[in-house]
């Protein structure tokens, strides 16, 4: 028998190719999230990222454990760890806000605020108020449980009832899951009032009347801009203003995006 020794060189052969990483089997996943609907089925995502349906779903159901991820009956979304990470730097939105919170305080006399939510809490980013903040006691880089300000409600207003429930169970200290039904109900005035949250001087220890606004961006609420005056004043013609305020922060962050094209702040 006579064998043939061939050549490697000269053969064609075809390349193995590498297979995906986890993290680039997970990357993949958020990265349909980024580009694609708020919320979406198992099936759509396997379509769109080319994986298994078993492995999408393998990889969904780690990232839901790790709260990177959301899961109900209506799909999957991103999770509130995930949302907390990509709004950890706010430098661009208080530059967007920066000239419009000044208007804001000249207008009404009041004290104007631009805030965020991380985690449970409403951070403080900006307080412009001249004289008159002295009055009101808040500060910047101050957080305070979402729940209690107006800011905060503004805020929570922007989120499905069960990332609410989810964000008020995580917090530690005091149980502050007690009051849930009276805060969903002050939330659906909220998103019924477009977004607008305020507290009457009257209802306040401290006679503080405060209105706020969500500063909103392709993919929900990003901010609240609100303003705090001593004693009562007129609803009616604050209000207006701090929304007007809250909108022109959103198209200087978002010039590109058309508010219209979000139906509602929550998906009902």
Known sequence: ?????TDPTMMETTPDLPRPSVAGRLTRILDVFATGPERMRLEDIARLTGLPRS???????????????EHDTRGYRLGMRLLGISRSDHSELRAAA??????????????AHLTVLEG???????????????????RVAARLPAESTVSGRALLAGLVPEQVDSLLSMASGTDRTAHLPRLHAQLNRVRQQRGISYVPGES??????????????????????SVACRGVVALGAVAPMVWSAA???SQTLFPHWNPRSR??????
Request: proline fraction near 5%; include cysteine; charge should be neutral.
């Open 1 to 5: 028998m006579t064998l043939v020794q």
């Open 55 to 69: 492995t999408t779903f393998r990889l969904l159901t780690q990232l839901v454990d790790l709260q990177w991820m």
């Open 98 to 111: 920066s000239a419009v919170l000044n208007e804001l305080h000249v207008s009404t006399g009041g004290v």
């Open 120 to 138: 449970s809490s409403v951070y403080y980013l900006d307080k412009i108020g001249g004289a008159a903040s002295s009055g009101i006691p808040s």
């Open 204 to 225: 306040c220890p401290m006679e503080i009347s405060a209105v706020a606004a969500p500063v909103l961006g392709p993919h929900g609420v990003v901010g609240a801009v």
């Open 247 to 249: 909108r022109q922060t």
């Open 263 to 268: 139906r509602r702040m929550v998906c009902e």
